[in-house]
């Protein structure tokens, strides 16, 4: 999304549009890049705003454990969740930090018996929560669902602040309303917008939830709607070009006429994709922190850190039905938030059970701080490796585009995930691809952001352009190249072959050629 910011690449001006994040701040950032071109303006306001979420846990545990419990606290959960998040820094990622980080500040600040100490800390959380909203508003709806155990946790504790926290909440979700409601206007006010989230909506069907299928059962509906098996393919890859075949109609008709199903059609292949959700160092992390408080110290409460893990699992369950499995940037801020809520509600001072515990549960719960540091060491090192692993990578990613030298006249269209846009370091803008123009074929399809391109080019139908013309290339592999094949002899009755154009450590250029 810093590309539409920044107008590099993928726009030719910057654009206010980031498809995800609220018009607000798509807003802001076209104006700092207006400024300030080369400043990477998206990466310092995610980094700004993992600052700030952090500012706000520190105060959370703060209030809750006492200045050097937090610090101790912060510590723990930087080297074994936190570090993961900068390292890997994503809006996504960024928009549950927010959101969880306001939640917490709340949750604490309510009991907070200093009036003036605890409406600053209450509007800091306020403004946090709506900052975690506009970043990204699924980020917000599941970072909140997650909260729910530990804002009733701190209702029943606290019969006194009962009408402060539903007040707060009250207004963060008329909040969060306010910004859902503007920005669904602003789209649909503005030109070529108005009917990109009810498209998107009707899109995902097909490719990413993958909940329609072409099958034999389905067949007469795709044919009623003039697809064919290889046209549901093309959408399923990304390549949804044609205003026609791919029309919110026709996908609409299509979604309509095939009942709902529970994308679970192979029980053995979810188990083996859910597995990957939860078998890795994110959710060791978790059982680390959870089982070290357990022994070491107890919990406050144990109640709102149980159901926070189900709740969390849950919802991770559900989502890889959908997205097959649930995606990085999805379940490491889930088990981020389960450590967090343990570390919160970890038992501090003098109601610590190892003060008073035998022998036995004091060696365990020495070892396992050691393991737990050993651990965090670890992690260090693991995100050194991967750093440096994308470092290369990114290295690689420039090497090519130079090795590419694209000119201005030229047009590279990057089918999905084969131009790899997520080797772009987030902390510098791109001046490499200034001269490079860029259309993706993803969600950003049949929006402005495409449409400005070929408008640009002079481009009404890409399918015929890459065969017809000279100055059209596409970044793609075979695979998707044989997709490609079938649709134009399918469409326009034409034989195509691809010549390679480039070759590159990230990424190969074909130049599709008439026959």
Not at 336 to 358: D, F, K, T, W
């Amino acid at each position: 999304m810093g590309l539409y910011a920044a107008g590099i690449g993928i726009r030719s001006t910057p654009d206010e549009h980031l498809l995800f994040m609220h018009v607000a701040i798509g807003w802001a950032l076209k104006q700092l890049y207006g400024i300030a071109r080369d400043f990477p303006w998206y990466a310092a306001f995610l980094y700004a705003a993992f600052t700030a979420a952090t500012a706000a846990v520190i105060q959370a545990l703060a209030l809750r454990q006492g200045r050097l419990s937090a610090s101790w606290g912060i510590f723990v959960l930087y080297m074994t969740v936190l570090i993961n998040f900068v390292s890997g820094l994503q809006f996504t990622i960024v928009g549950v930090y927010c959101t969880v980080a306001g939640w917490t500040l709340l949750s604490s600040a309510a009991t907070d018996d200093a009036q003036s100490r605890s409406m600053n800390r209450q509007v800091g959380a306020f403004l946090l929560l709506l900052v975690g909203a506009g970043i990204r508003e699924m980020s917000f709806l599941l970072a909140t669902a997650m909260c729910v155990p530990m804002l009733v946790q701190s209702w029943v504790d606290g019969k006194r602040v009962r009408r402060k926290i539903i007040l707060v909440a009250a207004g963060v979700m008329a909040g969060y309303a306010l910004l859902y409601v503007s920005n669904a206007a602003y789209y649909r006010s503005s030109v070529g917008w108005a009917g990109f989230y009810e498209y998107n909506a009707l899109r995902t069907y097909f490719n990413d939830f993958q909940v329609i299928q072409f099958t034999e059962q389905t067949r007469p509906v795709f044919e009623s709607a003039a697809w064919s098996q290889n046209d549901y393919r093309m959408i399923k890859s990304w390549f949804y070009a044609d205003p026609v075949v791919y029309s919110g109609s026709k996908l609409a008709q299509i979604v309509g006429s095939i009942p709902f199903k529970w994308p679970v059609s192979d029980p053995a292949s979810f188990e083996r994709e859910t597995l990957k959700t939860f078998v890795n160092v994110h959710w060791l992390a978790v059982v680390l922190v959870t089982t070290w408080i357990g022994i070491r110290s107890g919990f406050t409460r144990t109640a709102p850190v149980v159901f926070t893990a189900i709740i969390g699992v849950g919802l991770l369950v559900v989502i890889g039905m959908f997205l097959k499995p649930a995606p990085p940037h999805v379940f490491i801020p889930v088990a981020g938030v389960i450590a967090l809520v343990a570390v919160l509600y970890r038992r501090v001072g003098q109601h610590e059970p190892s003060r008073e515990a035998g022998a036995m549960r004091r060696l365990l719960g020495a070892g396992l701080t050691a393991i737990l540091l050993l651990f965090g060491l670890y992690n260090l090192w693991e995100c050194r490796e991967e750093g440096a692993t994308r470092r290369e990578q990114q290295l690689a990613f420039v090497a090519d585009i130079e090795r590419l030298d694209p000119k201005p006249n030229e047009l590279y269209i990057a089918w999905g995930s084969k131009f790899p846009f997520e080797y772009i370091t987030p902390l510098t803008t791109p001046t490499y691809l200034k001269q490079m123009a860029i259309l993706p074929l993803g969600l950003e399809l049949h929006t402005p952001h495409v449409n400005e391109t070929m408008d640009r080019f002079g481009v009404s139908n890409l399918y015929s352009a890459l065969f017809s013309r000279r100055d059209i290339y596409l970044i793609s592999n075979q695979a998707k190249n044989a997709l490609y094949v079938a649709y134009v002899k399918e469409k326009h009755g034409v034989d195509v072959r691809f010549d390679i154009r480039f070759i590159g450590k990230t990424f190969t250029v074909y130049q599709v050629v008439r026959i």
